[in-house]
């Protein structure tokens, strides 16, 4: 009889770093989203707005890790809530230029410090030398699938 196939969960990458997020998600959807029926996508858009200033709807895309189609219904939908503009683009009729509204600015004031202080209890006890190796870690990681499936 062959032996069968072992992935211990509890050392596997993938797993914890899902397992991680998937934990900061629903604590910061709890305490800070759900109240402005917001999803986690639609908070990163706001956050990279608040970050980079008004940006088009593609370069957007690249930002958050939402495909064009998501972000696409994301803005339609954020408009309607009144948390961001949309406008045409200047250089190009084809493109959607996004920024926060003042609405959007407002509710990303507020919710920044809840997501510092969830990235604060999440790194509790952990040395900033270490943090520094874990964010660059993964940030190589999703580096090196980004490049391997563009190699496909």
Do not use: C
């Amino acid at each position: 009889m062959a032996e069968r196939p072992k992935l211990d969960l509890s050392n596997y990458l993938p797993y914890l770093v899902n397992r991680v997020g998937s934990a900061m998600v629903a604590s910061f959807t709890a305490n800070a989203l759900a109240v402005h029926d917001l999803s986690i996508d639609m908070w990163r858009v706001l956050a990279a707005l608040s970050n980079n200033g008004e940006q088009r709807q593609v370069d957007l895309s690249t930002m958050t890790s939402i495909d064009a189609s998501t972000m696409s219904r994301l803005v339609t939908r954020l408009g309607k809530m009144g948390f961001v503009l949309r406008q045409r683009s200047k250089t190009s009729s084809r493109e959607v230029v996004v920024e926060l509204s003042p609405k959007g600015i407002a509710l990303v004031q507020r919710t920044i410090p809840i997501a510092h202080a969830l990235e604060e209890t999440a790194i509790a006890g952990l040395p900033d030398k270490e943090l520094v190796v874990v964010k660059r870690a993964l940030r190589h990681f999703y580096d090196n699938l980004i490049k391997a499936r563009s190699a496909r």
